[in-house]
Structure formats: C-alpha cells, structure tokens
C-alpha cells in the first residue's frame, strides 16, 4: 500500500515570465524579466538600461536604476523570456502532454503586467483574463487541478520604474487590485492559490548576504513587509471570494546544516533559519513576527513602516498552507579553514558527505526529509513541495531519444524521503516538480539548465523549434503518479 494519501497531488511547476513568451502580445506590459539579458553559472544575468546621456548600459538585478535612467529593451541584447518555450501558444499541447503523464495538477503563474499591463489600471486587460481562463478550461478538461502563483518574480515594469516598486506601501493596493480580480474572475476554476513565489528570496542582498548594509537591511526588510502585509490581505480577500479556496505561502526552502559540532556553528545555523526560513514563515503561519526578527532590525538600524493595521491584517490573514521549493541544502560555519562551493544561489561552504550539479547545488534528499518533519512541527499545516528538481545538461541523440537518468535517480531519491516524512506524520498534500517541461533558468537564463520530463528545442541564444519530446523521465514519473509513488523502479 502506498504511503501517500489516494488524492494526493502530482504534477509539475512553471512560472509565467519563463514558459509563456508573447512578451508584448494581446496588450502585455513588460516585466523587469523582459529586460534582463541572458547569463550563465559564471556570467550574471544583466538588467539593460539607456543613461541620462543615451547610453546603453547593463546592471546587475539588484542595482538601483541611476538617476535620469530608463530601462530598455537593447537590439544588441537578447533576452530568453521573451520567448520562453512559448507556452503561450502551445498550451494545449503542453497540458496534453502533462495529462499524459497523469499530472494530478500543474503549478503556473499568472504574468500581472498581462492582465494589468502598468500594474496601475483600473480595468483588466481582457485578452489577458480570457487566455488564462483558457489555460484553466484545458486544465480542466483533463481533471488537472491548476495551483496558481499569483506573484512569481514579475512586478510590472511601470511599477518597478515609475512607482518606487515593492519600496512603496502604495504597490501593495496594486497587487490587491491584481489578486482580487483573479480570485474574482477565476472563481470555480481555481481553488489552490498562492501569493508570492518564494517571498524570502525576494532581496537576497540581504538576508543572503554576509556583507550587506544596513541600508540594504531597511529597503529589504521594508519590502518584505509590504508583501507579508500584501499577502495577508490577499488571503482574506481570497477566502471573502470563495471559502472553499486554499491559499499558501510558497518559501525557497534551503535546508541548512552547522558544518560542525562546535557550538559556535550551531548557533550561527539556527540563526540563519531565523532569518532565512522562519522570518517570512512565522509571519504567514503564526500571524506575527518572531522575536528575532526584532533583534535582528535592531541590529542593522532597520526602522519599520508597521501601522496598527498591519499587525491585525497579518493575524487574520495567515496561509491554509505552507508551500516551499526545495533543491538543496547548505551549510554554514564560524571557521575559515574550510571549502567552498560556487554557483549560482549556492555559494558556500562545501558539505563533504553530498554531491554537486554542474551549477553548485548539492543534492541532499535526506534534507527534504528533516525540513517537511522540521517545518510540519512547528506549523502544523497540510504542506506541499511546489518546486523541486535537478537542473541538468541533456543531450539528444541520434534517434531523437533523451536518456536522462540522472534525473530519474534524483527524483526517485526526493519522493523516497517524501514518503519517510509522511510515514513520520508529516501532512504532505502534493508535489510539484519545478520545471516539468524545460523552462528558461530564473537564475542564469540558460535553457541549457534543463529540468523537464519534457524537452524543447531552443537553446541559449534563442535558436530552435520550439519543439517539444518526451525524455525516459516521462515515462518513468508517468509510472510514479500511476502507481501513487509506489513503483519508482
Ligand atoms: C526558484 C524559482 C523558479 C526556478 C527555480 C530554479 O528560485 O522559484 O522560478 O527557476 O528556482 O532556479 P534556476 O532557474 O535558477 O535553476
């Protein structure tokens, strides 16, 4: 008998900015994804720009855009999520291919500067609302229930360059406005609603930065706050539409390890889930911050906006569930004596006991297990596991065949220690490989970083077919979900 509950949720994620393309068609604004360039594990993505004086300039993502400045799309540049793999218009193909594979669900996301193209109107972008109910009839159509991220890294340009972005309290009406006419409009179609991809990972600068600033701290902490006030009222309004609707946080869950037993260590590790997982999963489960927090504001002279009615709506508007990625875990340590590791979101400190992807993050299924059980016992809440998978170089044969076992290894090791954490009382409800159908990497803007069970011919300068064929890992997590995690042979 399989340890997973029988209407348990298989399927796979995406995120809007990098499957669908159709950048600028049907009346879509651009998102600060529709400026950044493509990179790789050595050369950082760039954020184009034109200078006060005319000039075409490139900055990394977490600059300031100078005074006098505007972004641009540059003729010299390319950029990968303009394209996608072009889901746009090749939903009803790709959500076939997922039906074939039995998805119980698919997590995507709705682009916000397609259904508000500045992010500020007052009235939605028509052809925007009509595709995704679309997107969601098809899904429909096959039993496959949709899990919708409504914010998944695209504030809207105008937002970003006119606004102040998510530095001004004003945005968080915008984003409202955004979200109430999804739960609004999508009413009966959805039920599984999340508020902000990866909310903690918003402004690595910071919380992922030994060196930042205080300065950094304040813009970063005030950010964070508006979005835990934007999705603590997003819920309520979510639930006033439909009480039936599921609404989760979603937290980039690295699962961190003391390197040693020095006390030291262990310290600085509890401190860094402090600030890392629990400060924005505290807020979102328990309804206010943790003590920490306080301590930590204190120490880089961060002053808050919170107003009275922050503190209430952040105590009604707690998630129903909690929803994470999980790739990796990392370690950290007070001593200097000791290896690192290189990559993208990953550099640190080298645990001696995993391996490495050819991008610096460890594989460490044995980590999913101890943050499910980690993370169930201190909430209490149903969990999902919305993003997970092993970014990887495939090569197509001659046949036109992929053999990636790699992945398949990957994946039969995560859903293993799955089901010892459901066995241990964890209430693991779904699971969402990231990337079921290759995608364009967040990080580094590769497609050559695969993660589908999906191919797609594109590659990393914008050249292919776009399209699509099945790797042995479709058919292999076709058994999986068949069998209900049971035959991962
Ligand atoms: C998460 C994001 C995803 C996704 C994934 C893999 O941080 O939520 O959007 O891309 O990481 O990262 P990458 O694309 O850099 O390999």
């Not at 990179?39 to 855009?65: A, P, Q, W």
């Not at 120490?299 to 569930?321: A, F, N, P, R, S």
């Not at 460890?362 to 149903?382: A, F, M, N, V």
């Amino acid at each position: 008998m399989s340890v997973f509950p029988k209407d348990f949720l298989w399927g796979g994620a995406t995120a809007a900015n990098q499957v669908e393309g159709a950048w600028n068609e049907d009346g879509r604004g651009p998102a600060l994804t529709d400026v950044t360039t493509g990179g790789s594990v050595k050369e950082r993505r760039k954020v184009t720009y034109i200078d006060k004086d005319g000039n075409h300039c490139r900055m990394s993502k977490f600059d300031k855009l100078p005074e006098g400045a505007h972004y641009a799309v540059l003729p010299e540049c390319y950029y990968p999520n303009h394209i996608g793999v072009d889901q746009y218009h090749r939903y009803k193909e790709d959500i076939a291919l997922f039906a074939e594979m039995g998805f119980k669900t698919y997590r995507m996301s709705i682009s916000w500067s397609r259904l508000f193209p500045n992010g500020t109107e007052d009235e939605p972008n028509r052809k925007g609302v009509e595709h995704y109910r679309k997107v969601f009839e098809e899904l429909r159509k096959y039993n496959i229930e949709p899990l919708v991220t409504i914010w998944h890294f695209d504030t809207p340009l105008y937002l970003e360059e006119h606004c102040g972005g998510w530095a001004n309290r004003k945005t968080i009406d915008y984003y409202l406005h955004f979200a109430e006419t999804c739960f609004r409009e999508y009413k009966g179609l959805v039920h599984y609603w999340l508020t902000f991809n990866e909310i903690n990972n918003t402004m690595p600068d910071s919380f992922f930065n030994p060196n930042a600033t205080d300065e950094t701290y304040q813009e970063a902490c005030t950010i964070l706050h508006y979005q835990l006030v934007a999705s603590a009222k997003a819920v309520q309004i979510g639930h006033a539409i439909d009480r039936t609707n599921m609404i989760g946080n979603m937290i980039c869950g690295i699962c961190y390890y003391s390197l040693t037993c020095d006390p030291q260590d262990i310290l600085l590790n509890e401190h860094q889930w402090q600030k890392k997982i629990y400060y924005c999963g505290d807020v979102q489960c328990k309804g206010e911050y943790g003590t920490y927090a306080k301590k930590l504001w204190e120490d880089h002279h961060v002053t808050l906006d919170i107003t009275e009615d922050d503190l209430v709506d952040l105590k009604k508007g707690t998630v129903d569930m909690y929803t994470f990625s999980y790739y990796m875990s990392q370690s950290v340590t007070t001593h200097t004596d000791v290896e690192r590791t290189a990559g993208n979101m990953s550099a640190g400190v080298k645990n001696p006991y995993l391996t490495y992807s050819d991008w610096g993050w460890s594989t460490d299924p044995d980590g999913l297990q101890y943050y499910l059980e980690k993370i169930y016992d201190r909430y209490r809440k149903p969990m999902i596991i919305v993003e997970n998978g092993l970014g990887a170089y495939d090569t197509v044969e001659a046949d036109g065949s992929i053999h990636d076992p790699y992945r398949i290894d990957y994946y039969r090791a995560h859903i293993k220690a799955m089901a010892r954490a459901i066995e241990a009382g964890v209430d693991l409800r779904g699971y969402t490989t990231w990337g079921c159908i290759d995608v364009v990497s967040a990080g580094t803007g590769e497609m050559r970083k695969r993660y589908g069970f999906i191919y797609v011919d594109m590659d990393d300068a914008g050249q292919g077919t776009l399209n699509r064929s099945r790797k042995d890992s479709f058919y292999w997590y076709k058994k999986v979900i068949a069998s209900n995690g049971e035959d991962l042979d």
